[in-house]
T-cell receptor, first 107, second 120 residues
Framework: EIVMTQSPATLSVSPGERVTLSCRAS??????LAWYQQKPGQVPRLLIY???TRATGIPARFSGSGSGTEFTLTISSLQSEDFAVYYC?????????FGQGTKVEIK | EVQLVQSGAEVKKPGESLKISCKAS????????IGWVRQMPGKGLEWMGI????????RYSPSFQGQVTISVDTSISTAYLQWSSLKASDIAIYYC?????????????WGRGTLITVSS
């Protein structure tokens, strides 16, 4: 099973700042990497798939990069509605696996 | 419009059995993988398993293999997650989710979740 490790666990950020979240895979997952956002009490929402492709309706301030074992989600200018937990997920191998999440909180 | 409507919250006793459902609409049910994700209280997302309704091909995470059963009823476009004997450690929200349009392996539609409480 591929282990996905996200860092940091928590990020304290001010609105308007640029945010970079990391996700590392225990073995190569090629570009088969997705990012999800989950706000408190809400259902997870797909942000990014294929490491760098934004899902339908996702604002351009969200971008993804990386391949192999190292991936990054960047939020160019954090908005108030972006405070949430972000999860990466690999889908290169069975079983699919999620990272443990990074919480982006208000500084 | 694609929709996944999950059954309501359940309160069960340890050792009881349970089957929760996820009714799909707005697309051809047999053509797309539908899966289940667990979220324990205050914790992250865990990929449990997935089924292809077209031929009932099912894949489980080793963590959940033998603990739950995933199935479908194609006649009513519904997926199921079931337990034969619940434990207190099964307390969680369970989401069904669909691999539809973005990429195979990616959940781009989610149900609203079913909260399972297990208490004696």
């Amino acid at each position: 099973e591929i282990v996905m490790t996200q860092s940091p666990a928590t990020l304290s950020v001010s609105p308007g700042e640029r945010v970079t979240l990391s996700c590392r895979a225990s073995q190569s997952v090629s570009s088969d990497l997705a990012w999800y956002q989950q706000k408190p009490g809400q259902v997870p929402r797909l942000l990014i798939y294929s490491a760098s492709t934004r899902a339908t309706g996702i604002p351009a301030r969200f971008s993804g990069s990386g391949s192999g074992t190292e991936f990054t989600l960047t939020i160019s200018s954090l908005q108030s509605e972006d405070f949430a937990v972000y999860y990466c997920q690999q889908y290169d191998n069975w079983p699919r696996t999620f990272g443990q999440g990074t919480k982006v909180e208000i500084k | 419009e694609v929709q996944l409507v999950q059954s309501g919250a359940e309160v069960k006793k340890p050792g009881e059995s349970l089957k929760i459902s996820c009714k799909a609409s707005g697309y051809r049910f047999t053509a797309y993988w539908i899966g289940w994700v667990r979220q324990m209280p205050g914790k992250g997302l865990e990929w449990m398993g997935i089924i292809y309704p077209g031929d009932s091909d099912t894949r489980y995470s080793p963590s959940f293999q033998g603990q739950v059963t995933i199935s479908v009823d194609t006649s009513i476009s519904t997926a199921y997650l079931q337990w034969s004997s619940l434990k207190a450690s099964d307390i969680a929200i369970y989401y069904c989710a669909l691999e539809y349009s973005s990429s195979s392996g990616v959940f781009d539609y989610w149900g609203r979740g079913t909260l399972i409480t297990v208490s004696s």
